[in-house]
C-alpha cells in the first residue's frame, strides 16, 4: 500500500518550484558566439566556419546551422554567397574593444539590478548589436571617452542613492548615444 500525504504534511511537494527548460545545444552554440562577438573576438565581417565551430564546440553541424539561423535573427550573421557566415559588419574599427566591452558591462550591472532573466536577456541581445554600432564610430577615443565621464557621473549618483538623478542622466545619455551611433552608422 502506498502512503499519500495531504496538504501540508511533511513531504508535500505541491509548493516546489518548477524548473525552467535547459537550453538546447543550438541555443548554447548561440550564446557562445554572440559571446564571442560581444567581446571581439570575432570581429564584424569575419567568416564563421560552419565546420570549425562544428569541431570546436563538439555539436553538430545542424547544432551550428541553428545556432546561425537564430543569430541572423538577431541580425549579429549575414550569409553572403560564396563566403559562407559572417559576423555583420557596420563598418570596420579595431581600436577601443576593451573600452566599448567595458561601457557595454557597466550597462548590464545596471540592467542586473532588475534581477529579471528576461529583461537581461533581451539587453545581452541588444546590446550585442549595439556593439557593432559602435564599431562604426570614426573617433572611438572621443566617442568612448566622452561617456565614460558620464559613467562616472551615473555611478556616483547610484552609489549615493540618488537613483532619480541617476534616472535623469541615464536617460540623457542613451538619448545622446542612440544620435550618435545612428550617425556613425549612416555615415
Known amino acids: 500500500m502506498v502512503k499519500t500525504l495531504g496538504s501540508g504534511q511533511r513531504g508535500d511537494m505541491s509548493d516546489l518550484p518548477s524548473l525552467q527548460p535547459l537550453p538546447t545545444a543550438a541555443e548554447r552554440a548561440a550564446d557562445v558566439i554572440r559571446e564571442n562577438i560581444f567581446e571581439g573576438r570575432f570581429a564584424p565581417g569575419s567568416a564563421l566556419p560552419e565546420a570549425a565551430l562544428s569541431a570546436a564546440l ?27 557566415v559572417i559576423v555583420r559588419d557596420l563598418a570596420r574599427d579595431e581600436q577601443w574593444l576593451d573600452v566599448g566591452t567595458a561601457n557595454l558591462r557597466f550597462h548590464e550591472v545596471i540592467v542586473g539590478m532588475h534581477r529579471s532573466a528576461r529583461i537581461t536577456e533581451v539587453f545581452r541581445r541588444l546590446m550585442t548589436e549595439v556593439r557593432l554600432g559602435f564599431l562604426a564610430v570614426t573617433d572611438p577615443a572621443a566617442f568612448h571617452g566622452a561617456f565614460l565621464i558620464r559613467n562616472r557621473e551615473i555611478h556616483g549618483h547610484l552609489a549615493g542613492g540618488r537613483l532619480g538623478d541617476a534616472r535623469t542622466e541615464l536617460a540623457a545619455y542613451l538619448d545622446d548615444a542612440e544620435v550618435l551611433t545612428i550617425k556613425a552608422i549612416q555615415g
Open 58 to 84: 563538439q555539436i553538430s553541424r545542424n547544432t551550428v546551422r541553428e545556432a546561425f539561423r537564430a543569430l541572423t535573427a538577431e541580425h549579429l550573421l549575414t550569409h553572403e554567397p560564396h563566403k559562407g
